[in-house]
């Protein structure tokens, strides 16, 4: 496609309902990420794939929080047991990664998550 | 660790003057430095980028930044305000230089304009 794809824009969960969000990357990316951002808040880094490894977890929140990639393109993030907390937008990126300094990432518009 | 502070969380200006957006960085290596508006329900997009070339980076619709290596600053300017800039700004860095892909966002800025 012509850009960064997510599905579902808008989720409403039960708290302690399982989701999975999806994000659909720019064809040839090889550098994926999950952001979390809050209501008035800037994103926040959650985890990054190079290809189908996931090199850094770090931001994940908790052991709830769990994504993969596995076959180097499409990914999924899923959160289970959702708690109140969890409600924000959750953005997915995607980038062409090359030897020279931090290429462009481009955004998809992002699932909003409401736990209710 | 990199992080950066976006020394101003609201900026409003009057169409047509200058448009000043405060950004300071802290970074262990090299960075790379962007800024990205998001504008209502739209993703976020890429104004410009500083990556160790030229210090003053010219980016889309006007804009552009200068990175001052001894001020830590990556302030973002537009000469004249148009109505269309009103949005959310985010300064971003990354350390590229310890293979570390992700970007680390400010707190962002609204920037609005006054007709």
């Known amino acids: 496609g012509a850009g960064v794809s997510q599905s579902p824009r808008y989720k409403v969960a039960k708290r302690g309902q399982d989701v999975a969000l999806r994000c659909d990357p720019i064809?040839?990316?090889?550098?994926l990420f999950w952001y979390q951002q809050a209501l008035g808040q800037g994103p926040e880094f959650l985890t990054y794939f190079q290809n189908e490894a996931q090199l850094d977890k770090s931001g994940l929140p908790s052991d709830r929080f769990f994504a993969e990639r596995p076959e180097g393109s499409v990914s999924t993030l899923k959160i289970q047991r959702t708690q109140q907390e969890d409600s924000a937008v959750y953005l997915c990126a995607s980038s062409f990664k090359d030897r020279g300094p931090t290429t462009e990432a481009f955004f998809g518009q992002g699932t909003r998550l409401t736990v209710v | 660790a990199q992080s950066v502070t976006q020394l101003d969380s609201h900026v409003s200006v009057s169409e047509g003057t200058p448009v000043l957006l405060r950004c300071n960085y802290s970074s262990s290596y090299s960075p790379s430095l962007f800024w990205y508006v998001q504008h209502p329900n739209k993703g976020l997009q890429l104004l410009l980028k500083y990556t160790s070339a030229a210090t003053l980076v010219k980016g889309i619709n006007g804009f552009e930044a200068e990175f001052k290596k001894s001020e830590t600053s990556f302030h973002l300017t537009k000469p004249s305000a148009h109505m269309s800039d009103a949005a959310e700004y985010f300064c971003v860095v990354s350390d590229r230089g310890f293979g570390n892909e992700k970007l680390t966002f400010g707190t962002g800025t609204r920037l609005t304009i006054i007709p």
């Open positions: 064809s040839g990316h090889v550098s």
